[in-house]
Every structure is written in structure tokens, then in C-alpha cells.
């Protein structure tokens, strides 16, 4: 019976939401650094051809900023004992990369543009939604102080 | 014993599950419970068609009724395989460089603002006919940069200014805060047009998939606000019946990129109940559709909301709106911006410029 008594609350859990499926801390720690990895590849390579000097400017805050972005993530994944796998890119990524390669002049500026706006719509998403639930406190952290910089890219973009 | 009635009824508040639950607002909310697999085989597509899906395939996307929101956002898309078939023929993959873009606010959330297409080629000072576009994505999913193709063909080939809608998304902003979002945007229009080149008298209204529901639901909010009425409505494979019998929900049911179990997946994230889905403004076949414009309603016939569009034109017939409803054989969801890579596409495009472009003429 007291067993009984003592189920009430865990009965009552069922009325709750059902629980959140934040991203494991691995696939946190995998995507962002995909995401990353792309963001510096496509970035170095625009700035080997763009002549335009905001596009040269915007690309090279990228591999600035999604370099630190990656050393950030994994020190807090050290701290929270999350295995960093070296970082590879998505087959979309892979796809994006050829389609810069396959491009010159301004259309590979073109084309880095739109891919960006697309991709930081994204990160944003990921870091957002790791940052409010995530399950590794220092990761959790590290998104959470990722996500004003990717902000930040989206309002730059908007000018673009 | 004690132990086993624990069991029991812990067992029993599992099935019970979360049916009194608050929606949940989270990105990281749990998909619903997936509905049966089909046995249904979709008809077959176009070859140049399929030459899309194979490429949307080859980009391994995930189911996106088994993913939380967050991961089916960053999903490749249907528009991601379509351009990377592109650069497959050899073609570009840039954005046509004929039509320029500006990014504007039109409110005060971050999500609130609209991409503004324009042909490169028009004076600065002209003043041109303007479209209002609504992307789709079940209102979870996608943004104005997944779905650049459409407003960019619009754009060139109507002379006009296309003003792409960004609205907030669901599950975080769940019904009808997109409904809300697509009318001020198009008050914001009218208001403001005049200010970047556009003529206020001459606006119409289009939009693909959700954003195909959100121009039909503008129009109607128009009426009823007494605000100037748009010169036409294109709306492309809308949500527009919540009906689960449909015969396309049935046909297409393990169609791609669109099947039937992702119909139910957006509307658990931007339902804030069940009755929602009832509710006019989404069920558009039973909204009041008397005195709106002309209505063009393109659709796939490989697609779960095929019949959605069939029987939204029947409503609006019925209503004694003028309307003109086709039916692409061979597309499948998503075709419509194809044009540069897909046939019927390039044909539906053409229809539809050819229904737009005598109601934006002076």
C-alpha cells in the first residue's frame, strides 16, 4: 500500500509534457562541429577568388569565428567526457562544397551567400535548441554563448 | 504482489501517456507516434522528376516524422536535390543574378521580416506590381532561403516585385501566429510598398504548400479587415482540407518529398489542440471564400495534398469565386521551382505567369 501511495507522483508525471529528445551530447558535438567544418572550407575558398571586399570581409569573421566556435565546443566536451571524433562533413555539406568549386567570379560569391544565409538559419537552430535543453552542462554552456555569434552572422547576411 | 500492482500501474500510466499533456513549445519536443507504414505505391514520377528525388536520395535525408524539429530543420530539402542537380547538367548553381534582394522588417521578432525581390534590369525609380509569397514547410520546417526559387522566377518573369514572407515557426510559435504574421505582413505591403517601388493597387497573393493555405487565409483576413484586395491569389499545393480520408492522403501516402505521416507530424507541432485543425483558417474548404479575387491552384499529382486543392476549388466555385485548378502529372510535391530542371515545373510556372500577369497589369 505505501508503495502504492508512493507511485502517486510518478502516476501524476504522466500528465506532464512528454520529455524533451535534445540531441545527445555526441550529435550536439558532431553537427556543430560539421556545421563548423563546412563554414571554414567554404569560407576559405570564396576568399581565394572573391574580389569583392565585403564578401572577403564576411568570410574571413567565418573561419575566425567557426574556428573558435570549434575549439569551444571541445573543451566543453572534454569537460563533460564526450568523445570528438575528427569532424566530417554531411553529404548536403559535401554537396555545397562542390557547388562552390564549381563556380567562379562573382557566382561562387553569389552562391556563398545564399549557402550562408541558408546554413546560419540552421546552426542557429541547433545551437538554440541545445542550449535551452541540452543534457552536458559545459556544452550546454558553450551553445548557449555560441548562439549571439550566429546571431550576429544572420544580421551581417541580412546586409548581403 | 505489492511490486507487481506497482508495475501494473505504472504500465497503465505509460498507455494513459501524455493526453492531458500542455503542448510543448521545444525544438527538442518529441515527434507523434508514427501511423502504420502504407502498403500504397505513389505513381510513377517524371524522369526528370525522379531525377530529383534520386538526387534528394543521394543526400540522405531522414524521415522527417520520426525527427524532433530541430533535426528536421537540418534536413536537405527537395530545393537542396533540385540545385544539385544543376550542377550535375553543368549548370549554375547561383542564384539567378537578373533579380536583386533586400532584406526588411515588417515586425519585431527576428522571424518577422520579408526578402524583396526585384529585377535587376527595372529603372530605380520604377513603381511595379507587387507579390506577396508565402513558403511553406508546415510551418515548422524551412525558410525564405529554402524556397528562393519561386519568388526569383516570379520576379523575372512578371516584372515584379515578389515579397517574400519570413514568419515565426512552429512548434515555438504555434497556431495561428503564422496566420497572424502572413496578414500583417501583407498590411505591411500595402502600407509600405510605396516606399521601395511598389504599387500598392496591384498586389497579389501566392504562396507554396503551408504558405499555399497562408495566401487563400490572407485573402479571407483581407475581406474581413476591409483592406485593399488583392488582384489575384496563386496558391500552390495548399493545406486546405482536414479530412483524413482524401483520396490523395491515400494514393500518396509513402509519396516523396511530401508523405501523408509528415501531415500529421507538422500539425502536432503547430496545433495547439485538435481542434485547431478545424479550424477555418487551416480546413480551408469549410471558411466563408465569397467575394475573393480570381484563384489559381496548381498541384502534383504525386502528392498527399493533391486532393486538398481539388476540393478547395470546388469550395471556391461553390462560393462563386473565379477559379482555375491543374493538376501535374508526374510532379510530386515540391516541383513547382523546379523549372529550371524539371519540365512540368517549367510549365506550371509558365500557366501560372500566364493567370498573374494580366490581373498585375495596369
Not at chain 1, 550529435?27 to 572577403?56: F, H, I, N, W
Not at chain 2, 520579408?114 to 514547410?137: K, M, Q
Amino acid at each position: 500500500m505505501k508503495l502504492v501511495h508512493a507511485l502517486i507522483p510518478i502516476l501524476m508525471l504522466g500528465a506532464t509534457p512528454a520529455a524533451a529528445q535534445v540531441m545527445a551530447p555526441t550529435e550536439y558535438v558532431k553537427t556543430a562541429g560539421a556545421s563548423d567544418l563546412y563554414e571554414r572550407q567554404s569560407s576559405e575558398l570564396v576568399m581565394q577568388s572573391s574580389q569583392d571586399p565585403k564578401v572577403r570581409a564576411f568570410a574571413q569573421m567565418m573561419v575566425a569565428h567557426h574556428t573558435k566556435s570549434t575549439a569551444d565546443v571541445k573543451t566543453a566536451a572534454a569537460r563533460s567526457k564526450v568523445a570528438v571524433p575528427p569532424p566530417a562533413l554531411t553529404p548536403l555539406q559535401t554537396e555545397l562544397i562542390a557547388q562552390l568549386r564549381s563556380e567562379s567570379g562573382p557566382a561562387r560569391d553569389a552562391r556563398y551567400i545564399a549557402q550562408q544565409k541558408a546554413a546560419h538559419g540552421q546552426a542557429l537552430a541547433v545551437q538554440q535548441a541545445y542550449a535551452t535543453e541540452g543534457t552536458a552542462p559545459p556544452l550546454k554552456a558553450a551553445a548557449a554563448a555560441i548562439v549571439p555569434v550566429v546571431q550576429h552572422h544572420i544580421q551581417e547576411l541580412m546586409k548581403m | 504482489m505489492k511490486a507487481s500492482i506497482a508495475v501494473a500501474l505504472l504500465a497503465m500510466s505509460a498507455l494513459a501517456g501524455p493526453a492531458i499533456a500542455q503542448p510543448s513549445t521545444s525544438p527538442n519536443a518529441p515527434p507523434p507516434a508514427t501511423p502504420r507504414a502504407s502498403s500504397a505505391k505513389p505513381a510513377p514520377a517524371a524522369a526528370d522528376m525522379q531525377a530529383v528525388l534520386d538526387a534528394h536520395a543521394a543526400l540522405g535525408p531522414k524521415p522527417i516524422e520520426t525527427l524532433t524539429p530541430v533535426k528536421a530543420r537540418i534536413q536537405p530539402s527537395a530545393a537542396d536535390a533540385a540545385i544539385a542537380v544543376k550542377r550535375q547538367k553543368g549548370m549554375s548553381t547561383a542564384p539567378d543574378p537578373a533579380v536583386t534582394t533586400k532584406d526588411l522588417p515588417y515586425g519585431a521578432d527576428p522571424m518577422q521580416y520579408a526578402r524583396i525581390y526585384r529585377p535587376a534590369s527595372a529603372p530605380s525609380d520604377a513603381i511595379l506590381p507587387v507579390i506577396v509569397y508565402y513558403h511553406g514547410g508546415g510551418w515548422v520546417i524551412a525558410d525564405v532561403n529554402t524556397y528562393d526559387a519561386t519568388p526569383r522566377s516570379l520576379s523575372r518573369q512578371l516584372n515584379a516585385l515578389v515579397v517574400s514572407v519570413e514568419y515565426r515557426h512552429a512548434p515555438e510559435a504555434k497556431f495561428p501566429a503564422q496566420h497572424d504574421d502572413a496578414a500583417a505582413a501583407y498590411a505591411w505591403v500595402l502600407k509600405s510598398a510605396v516606399g521601395w517601388g511598389g504599387d500598392a493597387t496591384r498586389v497579389a497573393l501566392a504562396g507554396e504548400s503551408a504558405g499555399g493555405n497562408l495566401a487563400i487565409a490572407t485573402a479571407i483576413q483581407a475581406r474581413d479587415r476591409g483592406l485593399t484586395k488583392p488582384v489575384h491569389i496563386l496558391s500552390v499545393y495548399p493545406i486546405a482540407n482536414s479530412a483524413t480520408n482524401l483520396p490523395s492522403r491515400m494514393d500518396s501516402a509513402t509519396a516523396k518529398p511530401l508523405n501523408t505521416a509528415m501531415l500529421k507530424w507538422f500539425g502536432h507541432y503547430y496545433a495547439r489542440t485538435p481542434a485547431d485543425l478545424q479550424d477555418p483558417r487551416i480546413n480551408l474548404v469549410t471558411a466563408d471564400l465569397k467575394g475573393l479575387p480570381p484563384v489559381t491552384i496548381v498541384n502534383a499529382q504525386i502528392d498527399p495534398l493533391r486532393s486538398d486543392g481539388e476540393t478547395l476549388a470546388a469550395a471556391l466555385r461553390s462560393a462563386g469565386v473565379p477559379v482555375e485548378q491543374r493538376t501535374f502529372e508526374g510532379m510530386t510535391h515540391e516541383f513547382f521551382g523546379m523549372a529550371a530542371v524539371v519540365r512540368g515545373a517549367f510549365d506550371a510556372q509558365a500557366w501560372a505567369v500566364s493567370r498573374l500577369q494580366p490581373a498585375l497589369a495596369k
